[in-house]
């Protein structure tokens, strides 16, 4: 069974999903990342695979990103990292990117190396929903990846339950509309938006995302879906940090309100 | 046929492939835009602009020393006359007419030369709406004038910091404040560039050039066709007005003119067309400069409006049908073709207004044809680099 599918099968609530771009602080950091993410109770990891032009991000993780690129991150090279980090852990292992990326190195060829380096999902914002089902539904199926659809506080009820149809992975739920590690909504105006989508009573789990950051912003966050979604302000963390294992080790450890290390 | 189908496609190119966060943006113009422009209140607004404030329609000219030089019949399409410049200006008064229709308090644009920054800021004024242009903040530099001319105009100009720091993360820039300003912001784009509907919709406000061409043809040769329209594609706005009204008439022969920079496999280059693949970029599936990983490579070329590494999804699907003809100009062929069209006819080209000229050296034509060139702006911006280089061809 897809890993992601059988962690939300085994465990509801409180899901921690940590972000990290490939390739950055460096090059070949991508393994231990990994591994001693897993190590420190992350229930999945979201890979980010560099891109040149990531419109839906913010500064932090446009930086990251043009610093893996500079260090000379590519697909070919991050799958072998994935392949070799899936000797240690069995995390579900899910990829972020842009369609153009998949489209380049080709949809096909794509999914084939997602299967066979243990990667269990795929998150690409700007792939459209009739897209998807016309191009590509049919090879994510056949080979148990599953897929991710956003959907954000202006989403129309009808998409969200368009999306809630075609994701099978978790749902990736915006916190408000803004680009990744921005600061969030107002709270009255944000669990207005938690609760409508709670009581919709969808099938597919959901994880919030964007401006989480710390211990407080991660427990409002599980109240109301089964988890949420650490991006920038793990990078960040990663650029301060020393000991790259540490710093792994205490952020995980500050969300999870535990000792530190 | 070349027309765009309801899912925003040209044949293959086109669509809408934009973050969720984009998606009520696009949405609400998607559903709105075309019954606002075909209402007779916003034809006759937007006409009245392009008459008294733009200067429409503009001349079409017969160059007679031109025409005598290269053995045909040559007419200007005079676009460098438009107030601001160049063409660019029947695109944003269009647009910031559909903007007060939709309540929008804010504008934002990207702009690469300044050429369309300038058009927007223009608009802005015009209306009295707080306008936002993101500029590379390496074109910032290169471009001084015209982000003076924005400040001057009440526009605030926003260095893109981002990437390489020139047009393309202008783009990205203008398109991240639109996701985190849903609701109060229109964003403007200069191009028949991005996600469905833009393309389309720039196209229509630029399809001004090809209506008024058909007209003064006929009055002037008694045949609203000519043989051949040549106009130069960066994104390709001045191209696909140009071409708009021609696209059925298989007896037109349509050019479009990209920027091989210092040549087309020098790896500086932006001729598109020639060195490109297909893939996305800003939200529209069509031809772009990407590396084997699909990422985006930084264009080159001696003139900032044609240095954009994608084209317009329309001219992806006219160029790999066969319809349109892509042939490319180098920054020398550009720069002497400027020379040569001053000296001739005492007009001083943009430096992408020049690489459409340049093309009449390499097109094969026959005597007495009648081309139609569009001269999309007028040279003044481009003072300092063609005082660089006259030395080589003045």
């Known amino acids: 069974m897809n890993r992601i599918k059988s962690l939300f099968k085994n465990k509801e609530k409180n899901i921690l999903n940590i972000y990290f771009t490939a390739g950055h602080p460096n090059l070949n950091d991508t393994e231990i990342i990994i591994k001693t993410l897993a190590e420190a109770g992350t229930d999945l990891i979201e890979i980010g695979m560099p891109y040149s032009d990531p419109l839906a991000d913010g500064l932090t993780i446009q930086q990251s990103s043009s610093v893996a690129l500079r260090n000379g991150m590519n697909l070919d090279l991050l799958f072998s990292q994935i392949k070799n980090a899936r000797k240690h852990t069995e995390v579900p292992l899910v990829l972020m990117g842009y369609f153009n990326q998949v489209f380049q190195y080709g949809v096909e060829k794509f999914i084939a190396a997602c299967k066979s380096s243990g990667v269990d999902g795929l998150i690409l914002p700007d ?28 989403t129309e009820e009808y998409r969200v339950r368009k999306i809630d149809e075609l994701s099978n992975g978790f749902i990736y739920m915006v916190s408000s509309n803004a680009t990744t590690g921005g600061t969030e909504d ?29 211990f407080n912003s991660f427990s409002k966050a599980c109240k109301y879906a089964n988890g949420a979604i650490i991006g920038s302000a793990f990078i960040r963390a990663l650029e301060k940090g020393t000991k790259l294992e540490n710093t792994i080790k205490n952020f995980v450890a500050g969300i999870r309100n535990k000792k530190l290390v | 046929m070349y027309k765009v189908d309801n899912r925003g496609y040209y044949g293959k190119f086109g669509g809408a492939y934009i973050p969720e966060l984009l998606h009520p943006c696009v949405e609400e113009l998607k559903q709105n835009y075309e019954k606002i ?103 910032i530099e290169r471009q001084a004038p015209n982000v003076k001319r924005m400040k001057m105009l009440g526009a605030e100009v926003r260095p893109a910091l981002s990437g390489s720091k020139t047009l393309k993360d202008a783009t990205n820039e203008a398109i991240r404040d639109w996701i985190n300003h849903p609701n109060d912001t229109h ?208």
């Open chain 1, 186 to 214: 107002s709270n009255e105006k944000q669990i207005k938006y938690y609760e409508r989508i709670h009581n919709m009573n969808l099938e597919t789990p959901r994880l919030i995302g964007f401006g989480i950051s710390d």
């Open chain 2, 187 to 394: 964003y403007i784009i200069g191009s028949v560039v991005g996600p469905h509907p833009y393309p389309e919709m720039v196209a229509k406000f630029q399809s001004v050039i090809s209506a008024e061409m058909k007209k003064q043809l006929m009055e002037k040769t008694g045949n609203e066709n000519p043989d051949i329209i040549v106009a130069c594609v960066g994104g390709g706005s001045n191209a696909a007005g140009a071409f708009y009204h021609y696209l059925n008439n298989k007896n037109t022969r349509l050019i479009a003119v990209e920027a091989a920079g210092l040549g087309i496999h020098s790896g500086e280059t932006a001729a598109t067309s020639v060195i490109g693949s297909e893939g996305i970029i800003h939200g529209s599936r069509t031809l772009l400069m990407q590396t084997s990983d699909g990422q985006i490579v930084e264009p080159y070329s001696i003139s900032a409006g044609l240095d954009y590494p994608g084209i317009g999804p329309l001219h992806a699907h006219l160029i790999s049908s066969g319809r349109a003809e892509a042939t490319s100009i180098t920054d020398d062929e550009a720069l002497k073709s400027a020379f040569f069209l001053s000296r001739k006819e005492g007009i001083i080209p943009a430096l992408e207004s020049a690489h459409a000229f340049a093309a009449m050296e390499k097109l094969e034509y026959k005597k007495n044809d009648t081309i139609v060139i569009n001269l999309s702006g007028r040279g003044d911006k481009d003072l300092e680099t063609y005082t660089k280089h006259f030395d080589r061809f003045a």
């Open chain 2, 37 to 139: 422009i075909s209402e007779s209140d916003f034809k006759k607004e937007f006409d009245q602009l392009l008459s008294d404030y733009v200067g429409r329609p503009t001349p079409l000219y017969f160059a007679k020393r031109f025409s005598e030089h290269y053995q045909a019949n040559i007419y200007l399409k005079r676009e460098d006359l438009c107030h601001t410049g160049a063409h660019k200006v029947n695109n944003t008064i269009g647009q910031i007419l559909l903007a007060k229709r939709l309540n929008k308090k804010r504008i934002i644009a990207e702009t690469g030369a300044g050429q369309h920054g300038v058009a927007t800021a223009t608009v802005c004024a015009l209306m009295g709406i707080e306008c936002i242009v993101y500029m590379g903040e390496k074109d």
């Open chain 1, 127 to 154: 792939l459209p929903l009739y897209e998807y089902e016309r191009d590509l539904k049919n090879y994510f199926e056949e080979n148990d990846i599953a897929i991710s659809f956003l959907i954000t506080p202006l």
